[in-house]
């Protein structure tokens, strides 16, 4: 008994986690040494100014430098930043910055 119960309270607090929403301002946190504090540089000198762009283009833009899709003098740098972002982190990342 003592044995279930232990099991069921260790898949609850796995499926909670799944649950969490990200957080986009934990994760900007690695993109603002480029793209400053405020999405209000041009990287590298050579990126659009995302704070000007709307959630759905940050969106694009991402999943497209993760396929291959998208980018183009800094297309093959972004490919490796964005990597290992799943969609929840991407679209947390687009709605920081888009406010």
Wanted: glycine residues 12%.
């Amino acid at each position: 008994m003592k044995k279930s119960v232990m099991v069921l309270a260790v898949l609850l607090g796995l499926g909670s986690t799944a649950f969490a929403a990200e957080d986009g301002a934990a994760l900007y946190k690695k993109c603002s040494a480029c793209h400053g504090m405020q999405g209000e540089k041009a990287a590298l000198g050579k990126s659009k100014i995302i704070k000007d762009m709307s959630s759905a283009e940050i969106t694009t833009a991402l999943k497209g430098y993760k396929d291959g899709s998208y980018g183009g003098v800094s297309k093959g740098l972004m490919k490796g930043q964005v990597a290992s972002l799943n969609d929840a982190q991407i679209t947390a990342i687009a709605a920081h910055i888009s406010k």
